[in-house]
């Protein structure tokens, strides 16, 4: 329950979809290092083009939390705000899937 | 005429500005496609030639590379340890010059700051706006005494995958079982701080499943190193008996090198190897230094948001030749500061200040086929320096299942794939 709420108030958090051909906000490219880029790269790591914003948002914050298990974004997440995670996941949320 | 009719044969992938290109900068008409040359195309100089082109389809960008092969360093332990093939580690530039990036298979041999051109080996001079120089590393040759190029072909340093990447294969596979095999690793800072000890791991794993009455010594100039409680861990577990960690402590710092014995010299005594590995002294690739751009450490102090060099404008520098503050020298960071540096120069080229940027590093290290271990950084400019972001980053839990260890050999394996198509695919 308390999880459908604060998803509910990420979703609302969210303004106007940013353009595909905005620049990529600080940080969003150093994600596909791991998150491949390209459609058609065989990786067991998601890729983040065209996901629902509030989804990678809420992901990020589990994972900073600790309440999703994780090898390593546990360490990654924790490097960014809340302003910063929302502004990636709308860039990679405006990308062509 | 000649010299004009020369470049333009040479640079035979320029779509856009090659005309503007002839021209000497104070000549050119205002609007001109601004041009980017960047030298070195391994990640850090192939990564940003393309971000470069995607930034701004405007910039005219040359990427100057003296092979037409690439050969990566990541899991290049591997090919070693005799787990995969040097192909798996070999790329082509055909989907860069697919992106419009003019190739130049040349060395580039001198650099002009002032009159802003590059020299090459072979073709003509090249003009910049903003230079890009992404030489990787060069082995400091005479920093430990007896090792020179000559000596590197007994005692291969296999620090630049390729052929010495093959020869120190080559050396273990004709090793009997029983022999000792010996690695020094040098003083910080150098390319890929895990890598000797993942390499310690993987040629371990070698001499257990194939020589195991063999006998592996890491000579070390430090007392610390990176994931270093991760890999005595593994070692302790995967590995005891058969690899020994001898730390600067211990007499592990390496002064001097005898190549026809294959024996390393410490304070403490001498090690003579079958097999003997050195992890030398490096430095800037050449170029930073004819360019000017490297300082008395060796290497390049950087501006943190754009990568411009402190010492010389218009000229930037990525990847391990960089002094990045907290980012290791590895190819994740080499790509993360690549399209940092795209974005700085498009930003740069319009007149422009750049935005600040924030990194990520994640370096895997295999410690068996099926072990890994990783570390990850967060990082963005503060007081001049590239920083840490302060509870972000650090390395894989000391404790964890084995199947933990499983799925991050699993990411590591992901995560050249993907970079590797990201970069040259």
């Known amino acids: 329950m308390r999880l459908i709420f604060a998803l509910t108030l990420v979703a609302a958090a969210f303004g106007p979809a940013v353009a595909q051909n905005a620049e990529a906000p600080a940080g969003a490219a150093a994600c596909t290092g791991c998150h491949p880029a390209k459609a058609g790269v065989d990786s067991p790591v998601p890729r983040l083009a065209g996901r629902n914003a509030a989804d990678i948002v809420a992901a990020m914050q589990a994972f900073r939390s600790g309440g999703r298990p994780a090898t390593v974004m546990d360490r990654i997440a924790k490097g960014f705000t809340d302003d910063e995670t929302t502004a990636i996941a709308e860039w990679y949320a405006a990308q062509r899937q | ?425």
Not at chain 2, 96 to 118: E, H, N
Not at chain 2, 152 to 173: D, F, N, S
Not at chain 2, 312 to 337: C, E, L, M, R, T
Request: hydrophobic content about 45%; glycine content about 8%.
């Open chain 2, 1 to 425: 005429m000649a010299a004009h009719r020369n470049r333009r044969e040479f640079l035979k992938a320029a779509a856009t500005g090659g005309c503007a290109a002839l021209l000497p900068a104070p000549l050119r008409a205002q609007g001109a496609a601004p041009r980017v040359v960047v030298v070195g195309g391994g990640f850090a100089g192939a990564s940003v030639a393309r971000a470069l082109r995607r930034a701004d389809p405007r910039i005219a960008v040359t990427l100057v590379e003296a092979s037409s092969t690439f050969t990566a360093c990541p899991f290049s332990n591997g090919v070693i340890a005799g787990l995969r093939d040097i192909g798996a580690q070999q790329f082509g530039y055909d989907r860069i010059a697919a992106d419009g990036v003019t190739l130049a298979f040349s060395a580039a041999t001198a650099i002009d700051a002032a009159a802003r051109t590059v020299t090459l080996a072979a073709g003509p001079r090249l003009d910049y706006d903003r230079l890009v120089l992404a030489p990787g590393i060069d082995i400091r040759w005479g920093a430990l005494p007896g090792y020179d190029e000559a000596a590197a072909e007994i005692m291969p340093h296999a620090w630049k995958a390729g052929e010495q990447t093959l020869l120190l294969r080559r050396q273990l596979e004709s090793m009997d079982d029983g022999g000792t095999v010996v690695i020094s690793a040098p003083e910080n800072p150098f390319r890929c701080p895990p890598g000797p000890y993942e390499r310690a791991s993987l040629i371990a794993h070698y001499l257990k499943t194939r020589k195991p009455r063999s006998k592996l010594i890491v000579l070390d100039a430090k007392d610390v190193f990176s994931k270093q409680r991760l890999f005595l861990n593994a070692w302790k577990d995967l590995y005891p008996g058969l690899l020994e960690w001898v730390s600067l402590s211990n007499g592990g710092k390496v002064t001097s090198v005898e190549p026809a014995a294959k024996t390393f010299v410490t304070d403490f005594g001498r090690h003579q190897a079958h097999v003997g590995n050195v992890i030398p002294p490096q430095k800037a690739g050449r170029i930073a230094d004819i360019a000017g751009v490297a300082d008395r450490s060796g290497w390049c102090p950087i501006d943190p948001v754009s990568f411009e060099s402190k010492l010389v404008p218009n000229i930037h520098v990525i990847g391990d030749a960089a002094i990045a503050g907290a980012i290791p020298k590895s190819a994740f960071a080499a790509n993360s500061q690549a399209k940092v540096c795209a974005t700085a120069l498009a930003h740069l080229l319009r007149g422009e200040a750049p935005p600040a940027p924030k990194l990520i590093n994640t370096c895997y290290s295999l410690v068996a086929p099926d072990y890994a271990i990783s570390v990850a950084g967060v990082y963005h400019p503060a007081n001049g320096q590239i920083a840490d972001v302060a509870g972000a980053g650090g390395v894989s839990a000391l404790e964890a299942p084995a199947a933990t260890r499983a799925l991050e050999a699993s990411f590591a394996d992901a995560w050249f794939h993907t970079i590797s198509s990201e970069v040259f695919g």
